[in-house]
């Protein structure tokens, strides 16, 4: 597509016939752009369908559509933010599963439409609350990631979710799958990357790693930070996606300590040992000099390391369990109208001019793959003065 899209929205009437299968009876099709790029819509089979239009040909295509898609819904209403998504809100649906968005220029959908070379939008749902940023630990093998990690969801279980990782590598003695990996084929995961449905990997020590979309949305959706541990170039690929998080390499006091490490751990053999050793030689070099990193912690001291890694997630004080958001309960109304001031999406029944929902969206946080966290949701009996002027758009 080449430019990112200017944005006007230009609701269509029912009966919309764009030669596709996009019908506009039980939802209403929008186009956005003032060259109209984006059509949302349902389809036959009820789901939401997303077409792009195609200046170079003149007409509407099927992008590859990447996330989760919303459930199926009576009709929708649809703001353009920030040039790079737009915001869906679901019409009749409960406030807690009916906020999404659709990115359509983010550096994420970027980066996919590089690597599967077509047209590429993706779904992320909106999250009430405010989830902590995900924490990416990367290093060395034998490094005593994995150590730390455990450490921390033992001490704080209702708050750290860790991100299963997809491997190709064969499960060691004590490794259960789905536990501490998806063990799969590799041709099944080069499919599954193909189909977009990874949100970074790398070819690690000989076999393939990959955190999948839908690892970390499993997290998300139970109100956990997520923990990842991946290896640095996964850590480049996540930094450079709008997965916003706090990326921590962990070093060792000396290559002859990881030496030791790894082989007391016992689970290698010997060949693959020395291949850790030296690619743990350049993770090193990378890890210190990289920028991807905003801390490295030294793991010489188990204990000390673990109280170091505590204070960066702010986690030293007197730390309660973050409560989850509690549910709203709201279904959003058939008949729903949207204003927007700066930041602000306010939500009408009909023309109503009381009991209004505001979505703030000052406080997002990431975005797709998967969900987009720190929406913000309250009631206001009426417009205060401060709203007014706002732009009507639905
Ligand atoms: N890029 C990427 N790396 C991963 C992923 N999961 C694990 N890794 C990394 O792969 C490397 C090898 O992991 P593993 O086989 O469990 O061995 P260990 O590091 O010695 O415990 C480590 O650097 C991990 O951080 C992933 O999903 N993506
Ligand atoms: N600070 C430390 N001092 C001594 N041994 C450690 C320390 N941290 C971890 N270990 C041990 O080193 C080995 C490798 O740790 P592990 O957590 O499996 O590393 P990684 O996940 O980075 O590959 C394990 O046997 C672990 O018990």
């Known amino acids: 597509m080449g430019e990112a899209p200017a944005f006007i929205e230009d609701d269509l009437q029912?009966?919309?016939?764009?030669?596709?299968?996009?019908?506009?009876?039980?939802?209403?099709?929008?186009?956005?752009?003032?060259?109209?790029?984006?059509?949302?819509g349902g389809a036959d089979d009820e789901s939401i369908r997303v077409q792009v239009l195609?200046?170079?040909?003149?007409g509407w295509v099927n992008p590859t559509v990447l996330g989760t898609k919303p459930k199926p819904c009576k009709g929708h209403s649809a703001v353009p933010l920030n040039e790079d998504r737009i915001l869906v809100i679901q019409k009749g649906t409960s406030l807690d599963d009916g906020?999404?968005?659709?990115?359509?220029?983010?550096?994420?959908?970027?980066?996919?439409r590089k690597i599967l070379g077509t047209e590429v939008v993706a779904w992320s749902k909106g999250v009430k609350g405010n989830a902590e940023k995900p924490v990416v630990i990367s290093g060395p093998s034998g490094v005593?990631?994995?150590?730390?990690?455990?450490?921390?969801?033992?001490?704080?279980?209702?708050?750290?979710?860790?991100?299963?990782?997809?491997?190709?590598?064969?499960?060691?003695?004590m490794e259960k799958d789905s536990i501490h990996y998806h063990f799969t084929e590799r041709s099944v995961m080069e499919k599954e990357i193909k189909d977009g449905k990874f949100l970074e990997f790398a070819s690690v020590h000989g076999n393939l790693y990959g955190t999948s979309v839908e690892a970390v949305e499993v997290v998300t959706d139970a109100g956990k930070r997520c923990i990842l541990d991946i290896d640095v170039q996964g850590a480049r690929s996540v930094r450079a996606s709008s997965l916003e998080a706090i990326f921590i390499f962990v070093s060792p006091p000396s290559m002859e300590e990881l030496e030791k490490r790894l082989r007391a751990r016992g689970t290698e053999t010997e060949e693959q040992i020395l291949k850790r050793l030296r690619n743990?030689?350049?993770?090193m070099e990378q890890g210190k000099s990289s920028g991807i990193f905003d801390h490295i912690l030294y793991n010489d001291n188990l204990e000390e390391?673990?109280?170091n890694l505590k204070k960066l997630l702010?986690?030293?004080?007197n730390v309660t369990a973050t409560p989850k958001s509690s549910p709203y309960g709201v279904d959003l109304p058939l008949d729903l109208s949207i204003s927007k001031i700066d930041q602000k999406i306010i939500i009408k029944r009909g023309s109503a001019t009381e009991n209004l929902i505001v979505l703030d969206l000052s406080t997002l946080k990431g975005g797709a793959p998967g969900r987009t966290r720190g929406l913000n949701?309250?009631?206001?009996d009426s417009l205060t003065d401060e709203l007014n002027g706002f732009n009507q758009l639905s």
């Open 14 to 40: 029912k009966g919309f016939s764009n030669g596709f299968d996009l019908k506009s009876e039980d939802a209403t099709p929008t186009v956005f752009g003032n060259k109209a790029q984006y059509l949302i």
């Open 305 to 307: 390391c673990y109280e």
């Open 280 to 283: 743990a030689q350049a993770e």
């Open 99 to 112: 906020v999404w968005f659709l990115e359509v220029d983010t550096q994420y959908v970027r980066e996919q």
């Open 54 to 58: 195609d200046h170079s040909r003149g």
């Open 377 to 380: 949701v309250y009631a206001i």
């Open 314 to 317: 702010g986690l030293d004080g």
């Open 144 to 173: 005593g990631k994995g150590t730390l990690i455990s450490m921390l969801m033992k001490e704080f279980p209702s708050m750290f979710g860790f991100s299963v990782s997809h491997t190709t590598r064969a499960p060691r003695n």
